[in-house]
T-cell receptor, first 116, second 112 residues
Framework: DAGVIQSPRHEVTEMGQEVTLRCKPI?????LFWYRQTMMRGLELLIY????????DSGMPEDRFSAKMPNASFSTLKIQPSEPRDSAVYFC??????????????FGSGTRLTVV | RKEVEQDPGPFNVPEGATVAFNCTYS??????FFWYRQDCRKEPKLLMS???SGNEDGRFTAQLNRASQYISLLIRDSKLSDSATYLC?????????????FGQGTILTVHP
């Protein structure tokens, strides 16, 4: 079991550039979650998918953020244009209990984003 | 009021000490409860689920009080390797999908 795989591990970009974060969930997991973590706000849920369908995107900060899950083994989180306040660690997580949260999630190692 | 609130600490304890963390949640319809552990610059990892009857896993004991909307984690005989941030996690009720809400975390440092 390779776990949840995220790429890149680190990203440094200039303000205004497009950033794309990638996630491969654990095979067989049917729910996928994108979180953002900062010192000030802790872990915040941005969006989650169940069976590749976005269920709740109320945590997405604004229109600059978008997420897709074209198939069961891949998801992207895109920020366009990026701003310095987007600097954070972005985690992807997956679960296999139909998203009922009974077993918790498995997190990827995260992408540390710095926007300068 | 935050959905999940924890004492941020930090807690600094010597090896062998017993330490307890508390957490409160605001949604009385919450259904599932967990403790996660996060090491510095690492991802959160599931430590244990929390059941209504209370449950134990080695040196770790979790308790849930639904009436008070209160969750606790007790660590006995603490080790240096227990140093980490402990996150209280709650699954909201009223939905069939597992949206988990995380507390801000409690920092624990165990020293020799």
């Amino acid at each position: 079991d390779a776990g949840v795989i995220q790429s890149p591990r680190h990203e440094v970009t200039e303000m205004g550039q497009e950033v794309t974060l990638r996630c491969k969930p654990i095979s067989g997991h049917n729910s996928l979650f994108w979180y953002r973590q900062t010192m000030m706000r802790g872990l915040e849920l941005l969006i989650y998918f169940n069976n590749n369908v976005p269920i709740d995107d109320s945590g997405m900060p604004e229109d600059r953020f978008s997420a897709k899950m074209p198939n069961a083994s891949f998801s992207t989180l895109k920020i366009q244009p990026s701003e310095p306040r987007d600097s954070a660690v972005y985690f992807c997580a997956s679960s296999n209990d139909r998203g009922r949260g009974l077993r918790g999630y498995t997190f990827g190692s995260g992408t540390r984003l710095t926007v300068v | 009021r935050k959905e999940v609130e924890q004492d941020p600490g930090p807690f600094n304890v010597p090896e062998g000490a017993t330490v307890a963390f508390n957490c409160t949640y605001s949604n009385s319809a919450s259904q599932s409860f967990f403790w996660y552990r996060q090491d510095c610059r690492k991802e959160p990892k599931l430590l244990m689920s929390v059941y209504s009857s209370g449950n134990e896993d080695g040196r770790f004991t979790a308790q849930l009080n639904r009436a008070s909307q209160y969750i606790s984690l007790l660590i006995r005989d603490s080790k240096l390797s227990d140093s980490a941030t402990y996150l209280c996690v709650v699954k909201a009720g009223g939905t069939s999908y597992g949206k988990l809400t995380f507390g801000q975390g409690t920092i624990l440092t165990v020293h020799p």
